[in-house]
């Protein structure tokens, strides 16, 4: 009865934070890159099985919610409910030319819950940020056949969000299968506005706003070759592409007299992806693995429109390593070390130039007393962009907080 009580906290702890962000995080910047600008703004999809991030279509634990395949799910102890919260703290700085700036975001990452429904089915139910726009450009232009000059001033806030429910099947003892059904929220909002020469207020505003709503899914799924105590496990993962329902209000100003407002409803494209993922796993201590997404963005569209985006390929490696043998007795021989690097080549292409991610990451998972959870923590280092042609270079460092906690069900207490 005391784990049945402690469970309806958690959950209900959960619902009031699905519902408060729901609410939040379509008015929050969860970034403040200047390519936050292009295409449906940065992407905030980060692999949730741990906060390295990194080579997830493969990975199976019992005490882990991995969301990218859900075929891993089916994997879940059965004594286990599982709750998880995750928040990021990104530091970046931007360069291009002889200018630099320095940005800090602190955002949500993650809230997620789930467990093992009967034997070889495992549920769970998430919800990440999926898009952001946190830009803010401005740029003194000559007049065009004058010798004025004018200021135009670029802003977009926003994002959108998904939230997800996973379910995870064991068909056979080597072969899983899993769905993602997934509901994808938020709005988009993106002001212009030009402010003439020794000017105080906008001559001319442009505000766009896109408010979306709208389903999708994925599948994957997971074979386990065994070797004694060890193991290979090969991952792969499908989405189709679907168009996501928005509506979308335009609002022209003219010197402060609205000249143009409009709500026309359409249709966005989320893209078609594949992945594969190869993980080896020596023992309880030892995991190994590496990923390959690719993202077919460049047949989607929007309002019918061409994106005039470009597919996107991303390359992961991961090693994690559980230092706890069942046997430890000292602090650093209970924690479990993650490390990380991947090469993103981007969904976007500006001057010419495509916009290309890459970085490595390390962190820690420190368990909790009597085995209910753990804290992970991860360090992330990268590179978005380049400085050449004229374009921004951002440097960045992201500090991943996660907190896992463990609720015991089914456990039959002995009394001496």
Not at 60 to 87: R, T
Not at 190 to 218: C, H, V, W
Not at 350 to 373: A, C, H, N, Q
Not at 395 to 400: L, Q, T, V
Request: proline share 2%; aromatic share 14%; glycine share 10%.
């Amino acid at each position: 009865m005391k784990s049945l009580k402690s469970v309806g906290k958690i959950c209900f702890l959960t619902v009031i934070g699905v519902i408060y962000m729901s609410s939040d995080l379509s008015a929050q910047n969860n970034t403040s890159s200047p390519y936050s600008y292009y295409g449906y703004g940065e992407l905030m999809t980060q692999d949730i099985i741990n906060p390295t991030g990194m080579a997830s279509l493969s990975y199976s634990d019992g005490s882990v919610l991995n969301i990218n395949n859900p075929a891993a799910l089916s994997q879940l102890d059965s004594l286990k409910f599982i709750f998880q919260f995750g928040m990021t703290a990104k530091f970046s700085k931007l360069n291009q030319g002889n200018d630099d700036d320095t940005f800090n975001d602190l955002n949500f990452s993650k809230l997620a819950f789930g467990f093992r429904a009967a034997p070889g089915y495992g549920i769970a139910v998430s919800l990440t940020p999926y898009t952001s726009l946190g830009y803010d450009i401005t740029s003194r232009e000559l007049v065009e056949g004058g010798t004025n000059y004018f200021t135009r001033s670029l802003k977009g806030t926003g994002g959108l969000n998904q939230l997800v429910f996973s379910n995870g099947f064991r068909l056979t003892k080597n072969l899983s299968l899993g769905v993602n059904g997934i509901y994808i929220f938020g709005n988009n909002t993106r002001d212009e506005s030009i402010i003439p020469q020794g000017g105080s207020s906008a001559s001319y505003m442009n505000t766009t706003k896109l408010i979306s709503t709208g389903l999708n899914f994925n599948v994957g799924a997971q074979y386990q070759f065994n070797f004694v105590d060890n193991s290979i496990v090969l991952g792969v993962k499908y989405q189709p592409q679907i168009g996501v329902r928005a509506k979308r209000k335009i609002e022209v100003l003219n010197m402060g007299t609205i000249k143009y407002n409009d709500t026309d409803r359409g249709r966005y494209d989320v893209p078609e992806i594949y992945g594969v993922s190869l993980g080896m796993k020596k023992g309880k201590q030892l995991w190994v693995g590496a990923d390959y997404l690719l993202e077919k963005w460049s047949e989607t569209k929007k309002f019918e429109k061409e994106n005039q985006l470009v597919d996107r390929s991303k390359f992961s490696l991961a090693t994690i390593y559980n230092a706890n043998d069942g046997y430890a007795t000292k602090f650093f021989k209970k924690l479990t070390y993650r490390f990380g690097a991947f090469y993103d080549t981007g969904y976007m292409m500006v001057r010419d130039e495509r916009i290309k991610t890459k970085g490595f990451s390390f962190g820690v998972g420190m368990p909790l007393s009597r085995g209910k959870g753990m804290i992970n923590m991860s360090f992330e280092f990268g590179q978005m962009g380049l400085t050449s042609n004229n374009l921004v270079r951002e440097d960045f460092g992201r500090i991943n907080l996660e907190l896992n906690l463990f609720e015991n069900w089914f456990i039959k207490r002995k009394y001496h």
